[in-house]
């Protein structure tokens, strides 16, 4: 099993800045993708960003230019915790963020860290 915790959310404005972290722990392997989707109130699930263990990464067309996605193999966890940084928010972008791990075919997820931006 892994356990996938985040932070990071919050409140903010049209415009500003937020990042959110989220790290893996329990039976970890080292070939795995990590990424963020997100959940709006009313709307589906969707993807926001994606990255692999050697750092190739892949965005919504919604966030891209704006959002930026990393993991640190250099950390004392090995590549266990990714970023998300996101910049220029937009009230459309409120919604709850959740972490999500891909390894030896099976999937799992974070609690959601919610992210609200207003005015």
């Known amino acids: 099993q892994v356990q996938l915790v985040e932070s990071g959310g919050g409140l903010v404005q049209p415009g500003g800045s937020l990042r959110l972290s989220c790290t893996a722990s329990?039976?970890?392997?080292?070939?795995?993708?990590m990424g963020w989707y997100r959940q709006a109130p009313g709307k589906e699930r969707e993807l926001v960003a994606t990255?692999?263990?050697?750092?190739?990464?892949?965005?919504?067309?919604s966030v891209k230019g704006r959002f930026t996605i990393s993991r640190d193999n250099a950390r004392d966890n090995a590549g266990n915790t990714v970023d998300l940084q996101m910049n220029s928010l937009k009230p459309e972008d409120t919604a709850v963020y959740y972490c999500?791990?891909?390894?030896?075919?099976?999937?799992?997820w974070g609690r959601g860290t919610q992210v609200t931006v207003s005015s």
């Open positions: 990255i692999t263990n050697v750092g190739y990464t892949r965005y919504a067309d």
């Open positions: 329990g039976t970890i392997f080292a070939i795995n993708n």
């Open positions: 999500v791990r891909w390894q030896d075919r099976d999937t799992y």
